[in-house]
């Protein structure tokens, strides 16, 4: 039954169509450009136009005022992390080429497109008409326009696009069938390596083992694991802490800092236990302020310059970072140290076999599984000798990629195409994010037969939809590929320093 359901592909789309340009507008949330100002430099040059600078940061402004009013109070720009400049240029490299192809198809929308566009918002009307006055009092109007513009031009290529995809009936029969037709899997995630990690070599096996395996196999290893074999210097500390909130207004923060300094001229080495229990912001507060070991460089800055002062049991000047004034004592120091080769050598000889064994029992038993699936004989029994669980996915759609369970293989998805009630298990093992799964048909229900005259306006837009999502994702690949681009724009360092908290 499944062999005669096949995936669609892209020959009822005519030859052109790949070519329209403004389609991962889609995809990417293109608007109109933002001015390619020179102020504050350029970040990055597409097919010789710029983005400039300024761009970059009234693109990351729009996104917070988003998240702002999506999340409102529960958002905290921290939580976009490092890599959220780079991430706002890349999408602006992006959307520079789309708008390229845009203006070159006329695709654009114009002042007065979008002018008409806001009269008809219901929001700024008074009586059944615009209101300019209520409208000019609207904060943020430049970013809810950029979104509208978008919107709209969207919808101008989206227009193009629905006419240019035509559905024979034999298509819309088997969309209908990849649509309607449910099967439920028989499945199993295997790892291989896991497998065999739990057995520990017997004595004699790794005397056997380390009397084979040359010296430099494990002086290879040690030389590539050095950090495992390092002990780091640790500080171990007493702490407290006056939090600033976040977007605290000036009198919060003058507030947080007459605290601390107060704290700090009333504590003294005996009572700084004491002091932290009462006066505390943190969870370590209960238990006298102590945050036990800390390993040193993982905080910000201006504390690691601070504890790097101290001796035992002195206190720290007040320290102000990103989480408020802090006031620290130092109880102890552990300077770090590199373990030698010779005092890691039998641990490194375990995981060296644990890691040998592991991979030869994981290639042999692979090897065995195939084999039985080729012949068409089921290993289920031998999944469960193993203490692999064998899960259902449910009931879901042949004509869907994400598989419940699963997650979205187009490898899965397609071995499913070949099973039937006949010949329920796939020729091996399956592989997706790095595991191997075993699969098995366990019921199937065909589709009902197409009826053309039923629903059929509502089964060409959902097939149209999906082609034209194919589209946009194979375009955006080939602007991609042909464009012409340099950054300019530094970004700082992605790695971001723990806090003490």
């Given at each position: 039954m499944l062999d005669s359901i096949r995936k669609r592909k892209d020959n009822f789309i005519y030859s052109g169509i790949i070519l329209v340009t403004a389609a991962v507008m889609g995809f990417y949330?293109?608007?109109?450009?933002?001015?390619?100002?020179?102020?504050?430099?350029?970040?990055?040059?597409?097919?010789?136009?710029?983005?400039?600078?300024?761009?970059?940061?009234?693109?990351?402004?729009?996104?917070?005022?988003?998240?702002?009013?999506?999340?409102?109070?529960?958002f905290d720009p921290r939580m976009l992390g490092p890599d959220f400049p780079k991430q706002i240029l890349d999408q602006l490299v992006r959307s520079k080429l789309l708008a390229q192809q845009a203006k070159k198809m006329s695709l654009i929308v114009t002042d007065e497109e979008l002018a008409d566009f806001i009269r008809e918002i219901p929001a700024y009307q008074k009586d059944g008409k615009f209101d300019a006055t209520r409208y000019t009092q609207i904060q943020n109007r430049g970013i809810l326009e950029k979104g509208w513009r978008e919107r709209l031009e969207l919808g101008k290529f989206q227009d193009y696009l629905s006419g240019r995809v035509s559905l024979t009936p034999a298509e819309l029969a088997r969309t209908h069938a990849l649509k309607e037709t449910k099967i439920d899997l028989s499945y199993a995630r295997i790892n291989f390596q896991n497998l065999a990690k739990n057995r520990k070599a017997t004595d004699k096996e790794l005397a056997e083992f380390v009397k084979a395996t040359p010296e430099s196999e494990f002086q290879g290893y040690y030389d590539g694991h050095k950090s495992d074999y390092t002990e780091k210097s640790k500080v171990q500390l007493r702490q407290i802490r006056v939090g600033i909130p976040y977007q605290a207004s000036e009198n919060q923060k003058a507030d947080a800092k007459k605290k601390i300094d107060a704290i700090h001229a009333e504590i003294t080495p005996a009572k700084f236990s004491e002091v932290a229990k009462k006066r505390s912001d943190d969870e370590y507060a209960k238990k006298g302020g102590d945050a036990g070991w800390v390993i040193v460089g993982?905080?910000?800055?201006?504390?690691?310059?601070?504890?790097?002062?101290?001796?035992?049991?002195?206190?720290?000047?007040?320290?102000?970072?990103?989480?408020?004034?802090?006031?620290?004592?130092?109880?102890?120091?552990?300077?770090?140290?590199?373990?030698?080769?010779?005092?890691?050598?039998?641990?490194i000889a375990e995981k060296l076999y644990a890691d040998k064994h592991a991979k030869e029992f994981g290639e042999t038993t692979r090897k065995k599984w195939d084999d039985m699936l080729a012949s068409g004989k089921d290993i289920e029994s031998e999944l469960k000798a193993q203490k692999i669980e064998v899960k259902k996915t449910g009931p879901f759609s042949i004509g869907q990629a994400e598989i419940?369970?699963?997650?979205?293989?187009?490898?899965?998805?397609?071995a499913a195409f070949e099973l039937s009630p006949g010949r329920p298990l796939p020729k091996s093992l399956l592989f997706f994010q790095d595991n191997y799964f075993y699969v098995k048909l366990a019921k199937l229900e065909p589709a009902k037969s197409f009826d053309a005259s039923k629903d059929t306006e509502a089964l060409e837009r959902s097939a149209k939809n999906q082609i034209e999502n194919q589209i946009l994702q194979d375009w955006?690949?080939?602007?991609?590929?042909?464009?012409s681009k340099k950054i300019e724009m530094k970004f700082a360092a992605t790695e971001e320093p723990t806090a003490v908290q």
């Amino acid at each position: 039954m499944l062999d005669s359901i096949r995936k669609r592909k892209d020959n009822f789309i005519y030859s052109g169509i790949i070519l329209v340009t403004a389609a991962v507008m889609g995809f990417y949330g293109v608007g109109k450009m933002a001015s390619d100002s020179k102020e504050g430099g350029v970040a990055a040059w597409v097919n010789g136009d710029p983005i400039s600078e300024r761009d970059v940061q009234q693109e990351m402004e729009r996104r917070v005022y988003q998240y702002q009013t999506l999340f409102g109070g529960q958002f905290d720009p921290r939580m976009l992390g490092p890599d959220f400049p780079k991430q706002i240029l890349d999408q602006l490299v992006r959307s520079k080429l789309l708008a390229q192809q845009a203006k070159k198809m006329s695709l654009i929308v114009t002042d007065e497109e979008l002018a008409d566009f806001i009269r008809e918002i219901p929001a700024y009307q008074k009586d059944g008409k615009f209101d300019a006055t209520r409208y000019t009092q609207i904060q943020n109007r430049g970013i809810l326009e950029k979104g509208w513009r978008e919107r709209l031009e969207l919808g101008k290529f989206q227009d193009y696009l629905s006419g240019r995809v035509s559905l024979t009936p034999a298509e819309l029969a088997r969309t209908h069938a990849l649509k309607e037709t449910k099967i439920d899997l028989s499945y199993a995630r295997i790892n291989f390596q896991n497998l065999a990690k739990n057995r520990k070599a017997t004595d004699k096996e790794l005397a056997e083992f380390v009397k084979a395996t040359p010296e430099s196999e494990f002086q290879g290893y040690y030389d590539g694991h050095k950090s495992d074999y390092t002990e780091k210097s640790k500080v171990q500390l007493r702490q407290i802490r006056v939090g600033i909130p976040y977007q605290a207004s000036e009198n919060q923060k003058a507030d947080a800092k007459k605290k601390i300094d107060a704290i700090h001229a009333e504590i003294t080495p005996a009572k700084f236990s004491e002091v932290a229990k009462k006066r505390s912001d943190d969870e370590y507060a209960k238990k006298g302020g102590d945050a036990g070991w800390v390993i040193v460089g993982s905080l910000e800055k201006p504390l690691e310059d601070a504890i790097a002062q101290l001796k035992p049991n002195e206190i720290s000047p007040p320290v102000q970072a990103s989480f408020g004034h802090f006031i620290f004592q130092l109880v102890a120091r552990k300077e770090g140290r590199e373990k030698p080769l010779s005092e890691v050598r039998a641990g490194i000889a375990e995981k060296l076999y644990a890691d040998k064994h592991a991979k030869e029992f994981g290639e042999t038993t692979r090897k065995k599984w195939d084999d039985m699936l080729a012949s068409g004989k089921d290993i289920e029994s031998e999944l469960k000798a193993q203490k692999i669980e064998v899960k259902k996915t449910g009931p879901f759609s042949i004509g869907q990629a994400e598989i419940p369970g699963i997650g979205n293989s187009e490898s899965i998805v397609d071995a499913a195409f070949e099973l039937s009630p006949g010949r329920p298990l796939p020729k091996s093992l399956l592989f997706f994010q790095d595991n191997y799964f075993y699969v098995k048909l366990a019921k199937l229900e065909p589709a009902k037969s197409f009826d053309a005259s039923k629903d059929t306006e509502a089964l060409e837009r959902s097939a149209k939809n999906q082609i034209e999502n194919q589209i946009l994702q194979d375009w955006v690949g080939q602007l991609e590929k042909k464009a012409s681009k340099k950054i300019e724009m530094k970004f700082a360092a992605t790695e971001e320093p723990t806090a003490v908290q």
